[in-house]
Nanobody
Framework: EVQLVESGGGLVQAGGSLRLSCAASGFTFDDYAVGWLRQAPGKESEAISCISSSDGTAYYADSVKGRFTISSDNAKNTVYLQMNSLKPEDTAVYYC????????????????WGQGTQVTVSS
């Protein structure tokens, strides 16, 4: 059974930091790219960052570039998202997801999704 379990969300003040973790199991981790997507209330889902588990290549949406850093620990099948300089507009449910090929900054390409973790940034 494929599982993607997110942790690390919470409430933080603007300018603060959070680190999200995604523990993956049930699929061959090295064959997939793992990404972080988010959905704010009333808005469409947005793929904000992803990393190729095979070679570590990382990608970022413009909205988070320079503030967020994605990393992967293949020994633990875990992907992290370090979020710095958080803004109120970063408030959303953050999902970890896995994609086998395709564009990992395209929401519809993802094959497996976690349950999500809430991130709230207060002003």
């Amino acid at each position: 059974e494929v599982q993607l379990v997110e942790s690390g969300g919470g409430l933080v003040q603007a300018g603060g930091s959070l680190r999200l973790s995604c523990a993956a199991s049930g699929f061959t981790f090295d064959d997939y790219a793992v990404g972080w997507l988010r959905q704010a209330p009333g808005k469409e889902s947005e793929a904000i960052s992803c990393i190729s588990s095979s070679d570590g290549t990382a990608y970022y949406a413009d909205s988070v570039k320079g503030r967020f850093t994605i990393s992967s620990d293949n020994a633990k099948n875990t992907v992290y998202l370090q979020m710095n300089s958080l803004k109120p507009e970063d408030t959303a449910v953050y999902y970890c997801a896995a994609v086998d090929g395709g564009g990992c900054l395209i929401v519809d390409e993802y094959d497996y999704w976690g349950q999500g973790t809430q991130v709230t940034v207060s002003s």
